[in-house]
């Protein structure tokens, strides 16, 4: 980590206080699963349906921040998905009115979906306590496919879906897919997406985690409790790779022309809200405030990165940053206001040369009235890559934009300036 050696002006004087997240879950779900789940689409929609069950008074359908997508009777509801491309991640629950008519939850499943627009790769996977379901789109020409779980291998078969009933539902999980096409129909001489088989050349269908502790957590499928006059605030930071890929010339190997796995994305808000599949950020930091409390919770999360061999585009590392040095801290609390320490350090966990993406400022967070957000304050000393986006939310109003740096439109901006110092350095009342 490179060393942060500057003055903040308005830096907080207090003792650090770091309050981490965490997600409660038990080893047995609580709910019975949904079978029969199926995934059908037209040009601009998807529809999900699941085997229809008696006993339930009305099904609930969630994303993953406990937005609720459907409520009703009928099995089945459908995304509307317009020219997006992006993967589709609800939780279907199904509920039963109880003696005294309290509603209690009986099933629960997690679907991820993805729209037909979506490039080459599962079309569902369904996420439940006891066990992963897995079905990919099939490849041209292959005669075999291998399942990978957390980079060991599980199976090879030439089926395209996959069970997975060995699930410790207190751990997230990376499955990973890998198909073979055949040369010149013969299959003594296979190469797995039409690259050259090595050591290295592992030539994913697609990859993606999944976290089925997230079954069991009630919490995340309730909307957030919204208090009266503004009394809860969310503050969201992130950094992102704008493109699919970027290259890291002199960071390479040999110095060589590897490339690294972008988030292939612009800039919003509710990017954010996924914390169950592979997210498209590379690191993302976020305090839910409660001023009556002074109370502040914490959660951070960084994203998957993959490192490629350019000049075969084989695969070469699959690995998460650690964020060891990131935390937002020394809070400091009035009546009205907040103010905290942003820290943010997250290295390329595939290259140990590379340097990390940096950041360091002072944040405060003034009370809303409950009808307009308040006041923002940010002092902010970040490298010149990738992107940066800091937001602010209140209760049921509408996500307001603090800050974003856009290095694709800022002359000379490229990876070398995650090397130090920090390039930029802002100050936003907002």
């Known amino acids: 980590m490179k060393k942060l050696i500057f003055t903040l002006t308005v ?8 309050i981490s997240f965490s997600t409660s879950s038990i080893a047995a779900s609580k709910y019975k699963n949904f079978n029969n789940i199926e995934v059908s689409e037209t040009e601009n929609e998807l529809e999900v349906s699941w085997e229809n069950k008696e006993e339930i008074d009305y099904y609930l359908v969630t994303d993953e921040n ?49 729209s037909k627009l979506e490039k080459k790769g599962f079309k569902k996977v369904v996420v439940a306590s006891n066990q992963v379901n897995l079905e990919w789109e099939k490849v041209k020409g292959a005669s075999k496919y291998s399942i990978y779980k957390d980079d060991v291998l599980l199976e090879t078969t030439t089926d395209s879906t996959f069970v997975d009933t060995n699930i410790n539902s207190l751990k997230e999980s ?34 993606i985690s999944v976290n089925p502790s997230l079954i069991d957590n009630e919490s995340s499928i309730q909307p957030m409790a919204i208090s009266d006059g503004g009394d809860s605030t969310k503050f969201r930071f992130m950094t992102f790779i704008q493109t699919s890929r970027t290259t890291l010339e002199a960071l390479g190997s040999s110095w060589g022309f590897d490339s690294y796995s972008g988030d292939n994305r612009s800039f919003g808000y ?32 960084v994203g998957t990165t993959h490192r490629y061999d350019d ?25 009205t206001s907040v103010g905290f320490n942003i820290y943010l350090s997250a290295s390329n966990p595939c290259e140990t040369v590379a340097p990390a993406i940096d950041a360091v400022g002072t944040v405060k967070l003034y009370k809303s009235s409950g009808t307009v957000t308040g006041t923002s304050y940010l002092y ?16 049921s109003l509408a996500s307001r934009t603090i800050y974003t740096y856009n290095p694709s439109t800022t002359p000379g901006a490229d990876p070398k300036n995650l090397f130090a110092p920090l390039d930029k350095a802002v100050e936003v009342t907002n």
């Not at 830096?11 to 770091?18: A, G, H, K, P, T």
């Not at 499955?175 to 997406?193: G, I, R």
Request: proline share 2%; charged share 25%; hydrophobic share 30%.
């Open 11 to 18: 830096f907080l004087l207090l003792s650090l206080v770091f």
């Open 66 to 114: 406990g937005n609720v997508l459907y409520k009703g009777k009928k099995n089945k509801f459908k995304i509307k998905t317009g020219m997006s491309s992006d993967v589709h991640n609800v939780f279907l629950s199904g509920y039963k009115d109880g003696l005294f008519k309290e509603k209690s939850i009986l099933y629960r499943t997690n679907v991820i979906a993805y």
């Open 174 to 207: 990376t499955y990973s897919v890998v198909s073979f096409v055949s040369l010149n129909n013969n299959p003594d001489l296979e190469t797995q997406n039409d690259f050259s088989i090595d050591d290295d050349a592992k030539q994913y269908s697609y990859i």
């Open 270 to 301: 509710s990017y954010g809200d996924n914390r169950t599949t592979t997210p498209k950020y590379r690191t993302m930091q976020e305090v839910d405030i409660l001023f009556s409390e002074r109370r502040a919770t914490y959660y951070e999360n």
């Open 311 to 335: 000049s075969t585009g084989a695969l070469k590392c699959t690995a998460r940053a650690s964020l060891a040095n990131t935390s937002f801290a020394n809070y400091l609390w009035s009546s």
């Open 380 to 395: 902010l000393e970040h490298d010149g890559f990738p992107a940066y986006e800091i937001y602010r939310k209140t209760g």
